[in-house]
């Protein structure tokens, strides 16, 4: 049983590059929450989608930054035109409902050249 | 708006000794707590969680307790390891939203 898969682990992007990070939940879990952990500090909620839907973007700067979770297939957090300070560990959550604990996958750790 | 610390920042110890990790939010009115560890590079792993109706939770040599009417949490390591040195977070989530709220962190070693 598969946990929360995140790929890739590593992405590298020039400044005004697109960054693309990917979250497959675990099976059964239709909830997904984005969190970002910038160097020295704690993780900070930036969206949680449901199959489909857009449920909460409150943390999810209204630029630049988009996320979507489509029927089939994985979570898709896009960051366009990167720029040095979007440079963090992004992680990606699961449940299977809502008010259930989410399980986090191992991240990906953005750099920006 | 809630607002979660975390004290100590950064702890070191010889293996053997036990330990208090504290936690304080600023709105009482929580869902959960819970307790994570992190190693670096690596995702979070959930260590306990607490209901807003529980005082306490122990999993092996770690126990979590929770005082929600002076916004505190503690988690207690008994007779630490250098396998327990990690970052632990720990996260709450109120009512009426999905998302946690994380501290910091407390980093912690444990050097045998």
């Known amino acids: 049983n598969a946990g929360v898969m995140q790929n890739p682990r590593h992405l590298v992007r020039r400044r005004g590059q697109e960054a693309r990070l990917r979250c497959s939940p675990m099976?059964?879990?239709?909830?997904v929450y984005w969190y970002r952990q910038l160097p020295e500090e704690g993780l900070k909620f930036m969206v949680y989608?449901?199959?489909?839907?857009?449920?909460?973007e409150s943390g999810m700067p209204k630029e630049r930054f988009s996320a979507e979770f489509p029927k089939e297939g994985p979570s898709i957090l896009r960051i366009q035109q990167v720029v040095r300070g979007d440079s963090a560990a992004y992680f990606c959550?699961?449940?299977?409902?809502?008010?259930?604990?989410?399980?986090f996958g191992d991240g990906t750790r953005l750099s920006i050249l | 708006k809630q607002e979660v610390t975390q004290i100590p920042a950064a702890l070191s110890v010889p293996e053997g000794e036990n330990l208090v990790l504290n936690c304080s939010f600023t709105?009482?009115?929580?869902?959960?707590l819970q307790w994570f560890r992190q190693d670096p590079g690596k995702g979070l792993t959930s260590l306990l969680l607490?209901?807003?109706?529980?005082r306490e939770q122990t999993s092996g040599r770690l126990n979590a307790s929770l005082d929600k009417s002076s916004g505190r949490s503690t988690l207690y390591i008994a007779a630490s390891q250098p396998g327990d040195s990690a970052t632990y977070l720990c996260?709450?989530?109120?009512?009426?939203?999905?998302?946690?709220?994380f501290g910091t962190g407390t980093r912690l070693q444990v050097f045998p």
């Open positions: 959550a699961s449940s299977p409902v809502s008010n259930q604990p989410q399980h």
């Open positions: 099976k059964g879990h239709s909830h």
């Open positions: 989608l449901q199959k489909e839907n857009i449920i909460d």
């Open positions: 709105d009482s009115a929580i869902y959960n």
């Open positions: 607490i209901q807003s109706s529980q």
């Open positions: 996260a709450v989530k109120s009512y009426n939203t999905d998302k946690l709220i």
